[in-house]
């Protein structure tokens, strides 16, 4: 008995600062006690919850079911603690594997070749029973790993979710900086915008906040695309296939028609376009909002929107004089041509914020990748 069987415990890796948000849509999906630490959750599900959430997170990176956690002092007794793991009790010898693992503050401080231990402990107990051992796929593994070491404190879990969640399976072109899906649906979820109102993002590039929007109001599960033929958690040694299809089936019951003449966005960039147009086409129904190649300095009115976008950020594209400028001038056309609307603005920094010359409600952090960003909620009266 692995801890996972025992406990229903499990960890939900997430960007750091979601940590809350995260807690709250586990609980909403039927988990229970959701203990935010960083970079994650830690929280308790039955088998039904457990998929769901797998299912239709949409914040969530990874779902790591841990099968065993130790003090970890050296590579050695890594090897040796591993080593003692029935690991045919999680994948057959003629299947693949990959480990992802991340190391800090550790003895075993080297994510890389902690990765190769924990392989080789793996590795080597098959050798030893069946003269033959299981090979190692790094994009489309039979079974995924996660190897954690923080504070000389080693969690081997399942990763159930195959690899990272925000690769959702629509966003197959990106443009300059895209967001990462996870953090798309975060923005939508905080700006409380559930289909009701106009949506507008005028620097939409590949599109990532409109088809956050369009599948959170749509009730779309998050991996509705992902998970089409491929099933992750059926990797878990006690994986139940009724129950798994019982909750993409009720999760299907739920998917409402997506509003998608309340959305729209533009961009300055042809290929940007392009790129969002053949991301939103793979959505259920291949919905077509009305996507526009204008400069926002151009458009004459967005009245009673919500207007939800990212602006470049200045360090990843662009030069940071342009970039106070184009915040600048952002601020200018809210304030001059978006009489009533509320505009969710994700910044790249406080300068950035500051440049845009408006009172704002909120100011809440949120990381893009290494960045830490401020999502600003601007009321324009
Ligand atoms: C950080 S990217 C947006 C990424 C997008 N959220 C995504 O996930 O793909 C910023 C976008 O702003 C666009 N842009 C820059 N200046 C603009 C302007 N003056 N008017 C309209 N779009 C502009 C760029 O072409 C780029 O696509």
Known sequence: MYEYQKYGRYFAQCAHAMEELVADELVELGATK????????????????????????RLVNRILAPIITFQCHSDRYLYKTAGKIDWSEFLGVDQSLVINANASDSN?????????????????????????RPSIDRLNADVWLNLSIHKNRAIISLDASGG?????????????????????????????????????D??????????????????VPASWLRMADKTPVATLPDFDAGLWQRIKDEAAAEIK?????????????TQALDAARANLARLPGSPKPKLTRQDFRTIKSLENVTIITNP???????????????????????KQRCTNSTAWILCGDMELVKSIGLRTKQRIPLYNGQLECRLVEVPVY
């Open 34 to 57: 959701p203990v935010p630490k960083y970079r994650g959750v830690y929280f308790e599900a039955d088998p039904e919850a457990f998929y769901r959430i797998n299912y239709r997170s």
């Open 108 to 132: 075993v401080n080297h994510s890389q070749y902690a990765t190769q231990r924990l392989k080789d402990a793996i590795v080597d107990q098959f050798r030893e029973r069946t003269g033959k």
């Open 164 to 200: 990272s969640l925000h690769r959702r399976g629509y966003r197959l072109d990106a443009r300059e900086a895209p967001l990462q899906e996870t953090l798309g649906a975060a923005i939508i979820r905080l700006s409380g915008w559930r289909g009701e109102t106009p949506l507008v």
């Open 202 to 219: 005028p620097m939409c590039g590949s599109g990532t906040l409109l088809a956050e929007a369009l599948l959170a109001a749509g009730n």
């Open 257 to 269: 028609p997506l509003p998608t003449d309340l959305v729209s966005g533009s961009d300055l960039s």
């Open 312 to 334: 470049p950020y200045g360090r990843r594209i662009g030069d940071k004089g342009e970039i106070v400028k184009l915040y600048r001038e952002f601020g200018d056309f809210l």
